[in-house]
C-alpha cells in the first residue's frame, strides 16, 4: 500500500492557495501552505515533502531565488512553479534553477494533475530518493575509458560486494550504480538512490533508518527509513563523504549488523541490502584529515569504479549529445531535429567542467528555445561555451587574435548594456553612443536575437 503523499503550497493569494488545498486534499494530497517566503523556510526546517508548489511572485522574495533556496536544503524534491507571466525568460531560467516543471495560471486542474504524477514519478520524496527520470543514460561508447567501466561493471555486478564509484561531479555515477544493479541478482527489487549531500545532521538519520510518530519535533508520521524502502534490493548513496562522524558511526553499525533501529524505536530491524557508494572527493585524504573513517571506507571500498571525466572522451560528446535531445523533445513536447554543425563544433570545444549533467542541461535548454522542426544553432547554445570552446582551441592550436578577442569582448559588452536596460534598443544605442541602426548591424552581426 502507497503512503500518502506530502504537498507543500507556497502562494501569496490566500483564495488560490485554499482552492488549491481543497483540490489537492480531494485528490488525497497530505498539504501544507504558506504565504511568504520566510514562512516556507522555517516550516521546511520542520518537515519534508514529496512535491512543492511554488508561486513565481512572493511578498518577501522572488519565487526563483526561492526555488534555489529549497534546492539547497532538499535537492532532490520536485518544484513546479506557477505563474501569471507567461515569459520564455522565465521558463528557461526556472529549469536552470531546478524547477521540474512550469505552468502558467489560471491553472488547469487537469494539466496541473499530470505535472504532479510526473513528478512524483521522478523521485519518491520526501526522501531524495531513485527514479530513471533523473539519470544520465549509458553510452556504449567505444573510448578506452568507456570499455574498461563497462568490463568493471560486467565483473562486478553478478556479485554481492560493496562497490565505490568515483569521479567527477556529474559524470553519471548514478547509472554506473543502476547498471550495477540491473545487471545483478537483486534487479528485480527496490533500487534506492540517496544524495548525502542533502541530508543534515539533524535529519540523516530518519532518512537512512526512519523514526516514529512523535520521535522528535515535526515526526508527525512515521517514517520508513531508506535502509527499509531497498529490502533485498540495492541503496545507493550518493556523496558519502558529506556524512557527519555520527551518521558514520551508525551506518558502519548497520553494514556490519545487517540490523537498523528507527529513530525513537527500541525494536531493530533485519535488512538485507547491497551498499553502493559514490564520491567526487578524496576519501583516502578525508579519513588523514579525520572527517571520513578508515573503517567504513573498507567496509564500502571492497571493489571500486572510477568513471572519466567527459574531456577525456571527446569523442563520446556527440553521442550523449543526441540522447539528451531524443529525452528532451519527449519531456518538453518538443521536436526538434537535431544539432546542426556550428553547435557541433562549439559543443565539441568545450571543456565541460560541469560533464554529462551540463551537457544534458545545455541540450535541454537549447532544445526549449529551438522551434519544432528546427536544428539547434550556435545561437542557441549559452554564450560562454563558444567563448570557451574558441579559448580551449586557440590555446591548443596556439591562436592569439586580437582582433577576435575584441570583437568578443564588444559582443559582451553590448548584451550587458541591453541587460541592463531591460532590453530597450534605443536606451542602448543611446548609452553605447551609436545611432540604432548601427545597434541593429551590430546585432545581426554578433547574432543577437532579441
Avoid at 553478478?158 to 553519471?172: A, F, H, K, R, W
Avoid at 533485519?270 to 583516502?284: Q, S
Avoid at 591562436?399 to 559588452?413: G, I, P, R, V
Amino acid at each position: 500500500m502507497q503512503s500518502t503523499k506530502h504537498i507543500l503550497v507556497i502562494d501569496d493569494d490566500p483564495v488560490f492557495r485554499l482552492m488549491l488545498e481543497t483540490f489537492l486534499r480531494k485528490n488525497r494530497f497530505e498539504t501544507i501552505a504558506t504565504g511568504t517566503a520566510s514562512e516556507t523556510l522555517r516550516v521546511l526546517k520542520k518537515y519534508t515533502f514529496d512535491l512543492i508548489l511554488i508561486d513565481l511572485r512572493l511578498p518577501d522574495m522572488d519565487g526563483i531565488e526561492l526555488l534555489k533556496k529549497i534546492k539547497k536544503e532538499q535537492a532532490s524534491v520536485p518544484l513546479i512553479l506557477m505563474t501569471s507571466f507567461v515569459d520564455i525568460r522565465t521558463a528557461v531560467k526556472a529549469i536552470k534553477s531546478g524547477a521540474f516543471e512550469y505552468i502558467t495560471k489560471p491553472v488547469n486542474t487537469d494539466e496541473l494533475m499530470n505535472s504532479i504524477q510526473l513528478a512524483l514519478k521522478s523521485t519518491s520524496s520526501p526522501d531524495p530518493v531513485d527514479t530513471a527520470d533523473n539519470t544520465i543514460p549509458f553510452v556504449q561508447g567505444q573510448s578506452k575509458a568507456s570499455l574498461e567501466l563497462r568490463k568493471n561493471l560486467e565483473l562486478v555486478a553478478p556479485t554481492n560486494l560493496s562497490v565505490l564509484v568515483t569521479g567527477e561531479s556529474g559524470t553519471g555515477k548514478e547509472f554506473v550504480a543502476r547498471m550495477i544493479h540491473q545487471h545483478s541478482k537483486r534487479a528485480a527489487y527496490p533500487f534506492v538512490a540517496v544524495d548525502c549531500g542533502v541530508l543534515s545532521s539533524e535529519l540523516a538519520a530518519s532518512e537512512l533508518f526512519g523514526h516514529t510518530k512523535g520521535a522528535f519535533t515535526g515526526a508527525a508520521y512515521d517514517k520508513t527509513g531508506h535502509f527499509e524502502t531497498a529490502e533485498k534490493g540495492t541503496l545507493f548513496l550518493d556523496e558519502i563523504g558529506n556524512l557527519s562522524p555520527d551518521i558514520q558511526v551508525m551506518l558502519l553499525r548497520a553494514i556490519q549488523e545487517k540490523q537498523i533501529r528507527r529513530i525513537g524505536s527500541q525494536k531493530t530491524t533485519d535488512v538485507d541490502v547491497r551498499i553502493i557508494a559514490a564520491t567526487n572527493e578524496d576519501l583516502k585524504e578525508a579519513i588523514n584529515k579525520g572527517t571520513f573513517r578508515e573503517d567504513l571506507y573498507h567496509r564500502l571500498n571492497e571493489f571500486s569504479i572510477y568513471v572519466s571525466p567527459l574531456r577525456e572522451r571527446k569523442e563520446e560528446i556527440m553521442d550523449f549529445a543526441t540522447m539528451f535531445l531524443t529525452q528532451a523533445n519527449r519531456e518538453l513536447g518538443k521536436n526538434v531535429k537535431g544539432i546542426n554543425s556550428e553547435a557541433e563544433k562549439v559543443l565539441m570545444g568545450y571543456p565541460w567542467p560541469g560533464n554529462l549533467r551540463e551537457l544534458k542541461n545545455i541540450i535541454k535548454r537549447s532544445v526549449l528555445l529551438t522551434p519544432d522542426q528546427q536544428w539547434i544553432t550556435g545561437d542557441v547554445l549559452p554564450e560562454e561555451l563558444g567563448k570557451q570552446a574558441e579559448a580551449t582551441q586557440d590555446k591548443e592550436n596556439g591562436n592569439f587574435d586580437l582582433k577576435a578577442a575584441a570583437t568578443h569582448q564588444e559582443k559582451e559588452y553590448i548584451l550587458t548594456v541591453l541587460e541592463k536596460v531591460k532590453y530597450n534598443k534605443s536606451s542602448a544605442a543611446r548609452i553605447l553612443n551609436i545611432d540604432r541602426k548601427t545597434l541593429y548591424n551590430k546585432l545581426k552581426q554578433y547574432g543577437i536575437d532579441l
